[in-house]
Nanobody, 123 residues
């Protein structure tokens, strides 16, 4: 089992930055690829970013490419999502997820999920 706890969400203005953190406990963190997904009100959950076990491989949704950066610190069992130049359309609940296989943009590829953290971007 892996437990994931997100933090760092909040209310910001358009153009601001936020850094989300996801702390993992349980099985060996470095064995997992990690991903961030988000769900806006009335919409389905969507892929945001993913990172491989060692941090060398990263993947992004087109909507966040160039603005968001995913990273991980295996010594701290934590994955981060640095979000810059935030837009109102980034408003959503952000979830981190752990995948025992390769990083993926598909929800069904992930084995464990956090409870989410709310990000609200005002215009």
């Amino acid at each position: 089992q892996v437990q994931l706890v997100e933090s760092g969400g909040g209310l910001v203005q358009a153009g601001d930055s936020l850094r989300l953190s996801c702390a993992a406990s349980g099985r060996t963190f470095s064995s997992y690829a990690m991903g961030w997904f988000r769900q806006a009100p009335g919409k389905e959950r969507e892929f945001v970013a993913a990172i491989g076990w060692g941090g060398g491989s990263t993947y992004y949704a087109d909507s966040v490419k160039g603005r968001f950066t995913i990273s991980r610190d295996n010594a701290k069992n934590t994955v981060y999502l640095q979000m810059n130049s935030l837009k109102p359309e980034d408003t959503a609940v952000y979830y981190c997820a752990a995948d025992l296989s390769a990083p993926s943009d598909l929800e069904r590829g992930y084995d464990y999920w956090g409870q989410g953290t709310q990000v609200t971007v005002s215009s």
